[in-house]
């Protein structure tokens, strides 16, 4: 009996935003293993080139892109180098966000509130929008976006994150729905509390760590690697009838 090739990305060229740590570079690491030319994307080149490097000293294919999605001219000249670079584009990896205010939603500073809405709305609209018109020419493509177990239940002092992934999910189905005419998927992974620098707020806080893991099941905190492999599911040909979903990976919180 020979093994699936479901989850084979060879030939796909996958885009991967905040690939410089955390989430986005186990996404990226996975993706490149599974066969994708994976572009490794952050703010800054220097924070997502070594994700590159590594990936292809481990025998992979990845090119280090510059790309703060909260400035649209930024996207507009990403993807204008993506299509002369590579003529298409297969997967992307919505997974770039920010959370700059952790405070009473009464103490919402405006800046703070713009900021959040520009990246993890905005952003997340116009990388889709820009990534859907060349998949749209390919006939095909899958378009994931990452949001967080806050859409569904606010977090404690993240009111406008939370808000922002709320939309992530409903913005997701939009995509899926208008875009399945053109063989295009979009899906949401909505991540439970994964150890990471951009939740070291919650996950180094003990008193806020163990207050959290007494409504986790799983009874700890998951690893990045293990939202990397939800990511592969829905980039691949394993989720072929799978559009508009989101799925929570959580350690059972939801539940």
């Given at each position: 009996m020979s093994k699936t090739h479901l989850f084979d990305l060879d030939g796909k060229i996958a885009f991967v935003s905040?690939?410089?740590?955390g989430i986005g570079e186990a996404i990226a690491h996975l993706l490149a293993q599974q066969g994708a030319h994976v572009i490794v994307s952050s703010r800054k080149l220097d924070g997502c080139q070594p994700v590159a490097d590594a990936i292809v000293a481990a025998g992979g294919k990845a090119t280090a892109v510059a790309c703060h999605i909260g400035e649209l001219e930024q996207i507009q000249q990403v993807f204008t180098s993506i299509r002369e670079q590579f003529g298409r584009l297969d997967i992307l990896v919505n997974n770039a966000a920010t959370n700059p205010q952790f405070c009473n939603v009464l103490d919402t500073d405006v800046s703070a509130f713009q900021k959040t809405v520009d990246v993890n709305i905005r952003g997340y609209f116009f990388m889709s929008v820009e990534a859907g018109k060349l998949m749209r020419e390919n006939g095909a493509g899958s378009i994931?976006?990452?949001?967080?177990i806050n859409a569904v239940s606010p977090g404690h002092f993240q009111g406008i994150y939370s808000m922002t992934k709320a939309a992530v999910v409903n913005m997701t189905k939009v995509f899926a729905k208008e875009c399945a005419q053109f063989g295009i998927r979009c899906n949401a992974?909505?991540?439970g509390l994964t150890d990471t620098r951009f939740a070291s707020a919650l996950v180094k806080n003990d008193t806020i760590l163990n207050a959290a893991l007494q409504q986790i099941p799983l009874k700890r905190v998951a690893d990045p690697k293990e939202m990397a492999g939800a990511v592969l599911y829905l980039a691949s040909a394993a989720s072929s009838y799978t559009t508009g979903t989101a799925l929570n990976v959580d350690g059972g919180y939801l539940s």
């Open positions: 905040g690939a410089s740590r994931i976006n990452v949001a967080s992974l909505l991540p």
